[in-house]
């Protein structure tokens, strides 16, 4: 079961990064939740709780009275201690007995995914820290939690796979759906029902999931899908992806929409079609454990400015997971917003989208997402990836 | 429209609190996000996002460039402007102009549904705050960001009516279907189905919403429904709340199983759940604007207390709205972890639940819970209180 697999994988990953004590420090985690918990509870907690895994192999949980039993049936929480009015005794007991060098905290500048504890929660545990002189011992745990989320298991890529699996069917459903005259919404509400007849959930919020972008103009201006009719001659783009059990996928694929007495895309659209196609495959064959995610950004960076195309405004790609955006390591470059994300390695069990983007002027834009996981020697294939427009007669 | 209310209101909130700037800064907020987020954007923001309403009246929204549009839509924010590369310089050239004396971010250590920033971003905000030498004039915008949230508006108050009605009708329904033999589970399970078929949401975690207690046992022991059965004899109380749009509802209702050849409830049940309804009702009484919550907890605990029963092992009452535990004001003891709660003094528009609780030895526990709104006088049902146990023949 998850929650017992992660904790145990938090055991080893507080050796590997040599911390003594790991603290999830949360409160009315159905309010202002910390994106960690689900590794470590059942369910959402009411009151000041805190999960803490320590260097000796034992792990401690101090909860509200009411959250005691769920906790304690999972069976991964060695010691269960409940408490009515505070946290503050209990949490200072435990802390006094571990009495660790360093103690990891869920916070992070750079990583969303790492940045669990609240402002106020951190005063709350430097306060109590500080009554027991162990303020200068908290340091982040981004390395532990970006491991622990990103370091996928076999079990959670299966799961992941049925998702890619669903998204790719749905696509090539839509595909008979498109012709000349459906509006960008009508295209959308099929992949709607399709999703809701397979009884699953969206990656991310239902009126962008899916995407539909057809036609030349920014995607910025219309960033849901609207009333736009589909024609001939179009490049139309779509972005959506699914959600099973805990696990999403996020995928983008292109269509071409042919004119009367075409049979082929005209050949500044199939340019930038192969260039998006040839991006990935370049950024994928460069991507293996050790090298950094700004490498494989610039790869097909490169190579889309080097065949004449305006860079896209945004990450080659990110890592999926419980979310579509999702880990800290980031195919992307060194952008302020993107703080150190870039420079972190690709480890073995991560999962990738790789989409590039450009436009072709007057037809639309072409952007392909396809997923990969990083192997012990190199990158694999998730998703079965795009060669191809789709073309639509 | 909610938000355009809810900014209008923040303006005059600044003024009221005599802060001169409140930026809500939140990024990824589908991962971790900000509670008051939903009162100023239409979805989830990706990027570093910054929300500002300053003294001047003027409101302006700092975003990412995918998330421009959508935001600008809104026609709700004076000025939206996105980037690509970081929110550093737009912010800091807002902050330049503004040059406010005081600055109100959204954490506290007292109220999670005020604790919205994590630490990590605010560790990124003082930096750029420092930069600009203004790292000294943050304050806790916790004062606006309950206000916000607590003094509900007409519109607000008449969808949680809705959910109230849509709860008593259900509890009545239900009453249809206890009877001797059946379990817990499958009580649930039939508050699920008419939850469902009524096309509404649940206010917290389904597993739990409805929790139904049958019979002698302490509540931690079992905290969500299972195979117990409903016997003769037994106090049973559930616990539940349906969403309607964004607002929830929050009620518990006490049964009674007659053994046979009962006509009504023993008398020591008749006693504790007339001392349950006598606390509920004493402390409506006391309640009006101006005071403080703990002063309308220590009306109830004091009369329970008083008939010779244990205190309950919470508060009397928090307040409702779109999570089951929403505000920060709070009708309880001053226990560490109710922080400054329990001092806050009620204002008109705060929805309140009252929910003392108590134990009838060898029988179950009785609790009620009403649902109240403090006005510009007093207090005011929400909820038809209940006055007499249910009989289950």
Redesign the interface.
């Known amino acids: 079961m998850l929650i017992k697999e992660k904790v145990e994988q938090a055991k080893k990953l507080l050796a590997e990064f040599d911390v003594d004590c790991w603290i999830t420090f949360v409160?009315?985690s159905?309010?202002?939740?910390?994106?960690t918990l689900v590794y470590l509870a059942p369910?959402?907690v009411?009151?000041?709780s805190a999960f803490v895994v320590a260097r000796d192999g034992r792990t401690r949980a101090i909860v509200?009275?009411?959250?005691?039993?769920?906790i304690a049936d999972l069976g991964v929480w060695d010691d269960v201690t409940?408490?009515?009015?505070?946290?503050?005794e209990p949490l200072a007991a435990l802390l006094r007995e571990l009495d660790p060098r360093t103690i990891a905290?869920n916070?992070?500048?750079?990583?969303?995914?790492?940045?669990?504890?609240?402002?106020?929660?951190?005063?709350?545990l430097m306060?109590i820290l500080g009554e027991l002189s162990m303020a200068d011992r908290v340091v982040s745990a981004e390395p532990i939690v970006s491991a622990l989320r990103e370091r996928k298991t076999a079990a959670e890529i299966d799961v992941m796979r049925e998702a890619i699996r669903h998204t790719q069917e749905i696509y090539a459903l839509v595909g008979g759906f498109i012709r000349p005259g459906v509006t960008e919404s009508e295209i959308a509400a099929f992949v709607h029902a399709e999703i809701a007849r397979r009884g699953l959930g969206h990656a991310?919020?239902e009126?962008?999931c899916p995407a539909v972008f057809t036609g030349p103009g920014g995607?910025?201006?219309?960033?849901?899908p609207g009333a736009r009719q589909v024609e001939r001659g179009h490049v139309l783009n779509m972005d959506f992806g699914v959600k099973v059990g805990a696990y999403v996928s996020d995928m983008q694929r292109t269509f071409y929409v042919l004119a009367e007495g075409e049979t082929a895309a005209p050949a500044e659209v199939r340019k930038g079609f192969d260039t998006i196609v040839a991006a990935i495959e370049a950024a994928k064959r460069a991507m293996r454990p050790g090298v950094e995610g700004r490498a494989i950004d610039a790869v097909a960076r490169g190579l889309i400015v080097g065949a004449g195309y305006e860079e896209y405004?945004?990450a080659l790609g990110h890592q999926v997971g419980r979310?579509a955006?999702?880990g800290t390591a980031l195919l992307g470059p060194t952008?302020?917003?993107y703080a150190d994300k870039p420079l972190k390695k690709l480890q073995p069990g991560m999962v990738f989208t790789l989409e590039p983007r450009l436009t072709v002027a007057g037809r639309g834009i072409c952007t392909v997402e396809e997923m990969v996981v990083v192997t012990e020697t190199g990158c694999e294939w998730l998703s079965d990836p795009q060669r191809e427009l789709v073309l639509i007669r």
């Open positions: 409160r009315e159905a309010i202002n939740g910390d994106p369910g959402h009411t009151w000041h509200g009275r009411y959250d005691v039993q769920a409940g408490f009515v009015t505070g946290i503050r905290v916070y992070s500048e750079s990583s969303e995914i790492a940045d669990g504890i609240t402002h106020g929660m951190y005063l709350t306060r991310w919020e009126a962008t995607a910025e201006a219309h960033y849901a405004p945004h979310f955006h999702d952008w302020e917003k």
